[in-house]
Nanobody
Framework: QVQLQESGPGLVKPSQTLSLTCTVS??????????WSWIRQPPGKGLEWIGY???????YYSPSLKSRTSISRDTSNNQISLQLSSVTPEDTAVYYC???????????WGQGTQVAVSS
């Protein structure tokens, strides 16, 4: 069974870059045809999809966050990473990584990690 675990700093200062890592176990991030997404949920709001990196290494980002987002992978350590630059308090959220299918269904989720943006 595939398991995902997010990790990273819980507090980031405004204007800095938020960096998170998702460690995947029980399956390879290069397995056809899975897509590895980052999603977030701000306090009191719904889920917001940030972007994904595919089994092939290709990436796609939400248009609203594209200019500040980079998703990469480390195949040796079976990890997915998120970088979100120039953060503001509006980026405060619980950040999740998830595995999705080619049809767009998110089938496996990490437990999430809380990130606060504050000086």
């Amino acid at each position: 069974q595939v398991q995902l675990q997010e990790s990273g700093p819980g507090l980031v200062k405004p204007s800095q870059t938020l960096s998170l890592t998702c460690t995947v176990s029980g399956g390879s991030i290069t397995t056809n045809y899975y897509y590895w997404s980052w999603i977030r949920q701000p306090p009191g709001k719904g889920l917001e999809w940030i972007g994904y990196i595919a089994y092939s290494g290709s990436t796609y980002y939400s248009p609203s966050l594209k200019s500040r987002t980079s998703i990469s992978r480390d195949t040796s350590n079976n990890q997915i990473s998120l970088q979100l630059s120039s953060v503001t308090p509006e980026d405060t959220a619980v950040y999740y990584c998830a595995r999705g299918t080619q049809a767009g269904t998110l089938v496996s989720w990490g437990q999430g990690t809380q990130v606060a943006v504050s000086s």
